[in-house]
């Protein structure tokens, strides 16, 4: 069973950065898309940005140009710097890959996520 562990996240003024990780750690065969996620209290979990294996991302308009997802294949790790945060970027942080340990390719289950809080 492969597990995250996200990590990186904290307080921060209004138009500061961050720069949280996320470690999957079990049988990785292969690593495909992975993707940051986020969830604000009373709100639904949505995405923030997503990379495939051949590197193209994706990003919502709400944070298009201020965050930057990547990834280290070698470390089973995938990387989220976000500049310019605002109050409405607070929420807890999570991410999910899917992956393949030999078999059909699977979806990691959720980690305990990072809170990310925004605050003058």
């Known amino acids: 069973q492969v597990q995250l562990v996200e990590s990186g996240g904290g307080l921060v003024q209004p138009g500061g950065s961050l720069r949280l990780s996320c470690a999957a750690s079990?049988?990785?065969?292969?690593?495909?898309?992975m993707g940051w996620y986020r969830q604000a209290p009373g709100k639904l979990r949505e995405l923030v940005a997503h990379?495939?294996?051949?590197?193209?991302?994706y990003y919502p308009a709400s944070v298009k140009g201020r965050f930057t997802i990547s990834r280290d294949n070698a470390k089973n790790t995938a990387y989220l710097q976000m500049n310019n945060l605002q109050p409405e970027d607070t929420a807890a942080y999570y991410c999910?890959?899917?992956?393949?340990?030999?078999?059909?390719?699977?979806?990691?289950?959720w980690g305990q996520g990072t809170q990310v809080t925004v605050s003058s």
């Open positions: 079990g049988t990785i065969f292969s690593i495909y898309d």
């Open positions: 990379i495939v294996s051949a590197g193209n991302t």
């Open positions: 999910q890959i899917t992956y393949s340990a030999g078999g059909p390719t699977r979806s990691t289950p």
